[in-house]
């Protein structure tokens, strides 16, 4: 999404499809409705945490209140995000 000095552009969607190389993860009750701590400790970043909404869209809808411990998660590896982020 672009950003200038006084708005925030239209939010544009990647697609994070299902790859051989993503990490099944089971989700451990430290994390439960912090998606923003699974992010910091995966990717070393809070501000991916919708990576794992748009990445599980059936079983995510609430990136918040869904994201509950127990619950097995498909999450990109760092590489492939940054890939995906053209970084």
């Known amino acids: 999404t672009t950003?200038?000095?006084w708005y925030l552009g239209f939010w544009q969607p990647i697609d994070i499809s299902p790859d051989l190389s993503d990490n099944f993860v089971k989700l451990?009750?430290?994390?439960?409705?912090?998606?923003?701590?699974?992010?910091?400790?995966?990717?070393?970043?809070?501000?991916?945490?919708w990576v794992f909404?748009?990445?599980?869209p059936d079983?995510?809808?609430d990136p918040i209140y869904d994201m509950i411990?127990?619950?097995d998660l498909y999450?990109?590896?760092?590489?492939r995000l940054k890939t995906l982020l053209g970084n």
């Open 3 to 5: 950003q200038t000095s």
């Open 69 to 71: 411990s127990g619950m």
């Open 59 to 61: 079983i995510i809808v």
């Open 28 to 49: 451990d009750p430290r994390y439960n409705n912090r998606p923003d701590l699974l992010a910091y400790d995966l990717y070393g970043a809070v501000s991916l945490w």
């Open 53 to 56: 909404m748009i990445r599980n």
């Open 75 to 79: 999450v990109p590896t760092l590489t």
